[in-house]
T-cell receptor, first 113, second 111 residues
Framework: GDSVTQTEGLVTLTEGLPVMLNCTYQ???????LFWYVQHLNESPRLLLK?????KRTEHQGFHATLHKSSSSFHLQKSSAQLSDSALYYC???????????FGQGTKLSIKP | EAAVTQSPRSKVAVTGGKVTLSCHQT?????MYWYRQDTGHGLRLIHY???????EKGDIPDGYKASRPSQENFSLILELASLSQTAVYFC??????????FGPGTRLTVL
């Protein structure tokens, strides 16, 4: 079945350094929808980015990601980390008219001063 | 902005007691979901529904029931609450292939 893999459970960075969180997926469908959700402490997950277009960069709130169907990847990046970026980040997959999102295990991003 | 509300926001229950968590959405979305999240862990799908009066089992349905009496409302029922069901529960709604909107969560403590 479909699956999403986030290889890092915890990423710790110093403020100002670039961020890259990995996300790869597996699906038999050719037109997947990919999402990044962010969850700050004591809050609910909220949508950060979404894409279904191959090789097109999508950006929001300083973060960006590009869906690469050739490598089944949708990595999340930011050029310069801020303390406020500390949160739990989920990558998720859906296919057209599919009943549920498939979430990755989540990556905790911790930014240090 | 989509709106999903949950009640109660926090609850303390006794082992063996019955607990009902409620979710209401005003988005006119077809799909609704219940997840649990344990401290430091990811989201796990308990039950979901794509139409009123019908529910589907998610990945961890044991010990939980769900009810969808209308498009707007989706409840999660713990008939016999257990210590292991202490967690934060999130409801969410979604329309077809698009993004999912989460409610604020309910923190359940079973003693």
């Amino acid at each position: 079945g479909d699956s999403v893999t986030q290889t890092e459970g915890l990423v710790t960075l110093t403020e100002g350094l670039p961020v890259m969180l990995n996300c790869t997926y597996q699906t038999i469908y050719s037109n997947p929808f990919l999402f990044w959700y962010v969850q700050h402490l004591n809050e609910s997950p909220r949508l950060l980015l979404k894409s279904f277009t191959d090789n097109k960069r999508t950006e929001h709130q300083g973060f960006h990601a590009t869906l690469h169907k050739s490598s089944s990847s949708f990595h999340l990046q930011k050029s310069s980390a801020q303390l406020s970026d500390s949160a739990l980040y989920y990558c998720a997959l859906s296919n057209y008219n599919q009943g549920k999102l498939i979430f990755g295990q989540g990556t905790k991003l911790s930014i240090k001063p | 902005e989509a709106a999903v509300t949950q009640s109660p926001r926090s609850k303390v229950a006794v082992t063996g007691g019955k607990v009902t968590l409620s979710c209401h959405q005003t988005n006119n979305h077809d799909y609704m979901y219940w997840y649990r999240q344990d401290t430091g862990h990811g989201l796990r799908l308990i039950h979901y529904s794509y139409v009123a009066d019908s529910t589907e089992k998610g990945d961890i349905p044991d010990g939980y029931k769900a009810s969808r009496p209308s498009q707007e409302n989706f409840s999660l029922i713990l008939e016999l609450a257990s210590l292991s069901q202490t967690a934060v529960y999130f409801c969410a709604s979604r329309q077809s292939s698009y993004e999912q909107y989460f409610g604020p969560g309910t923190r359940l403590t079973v003693l």
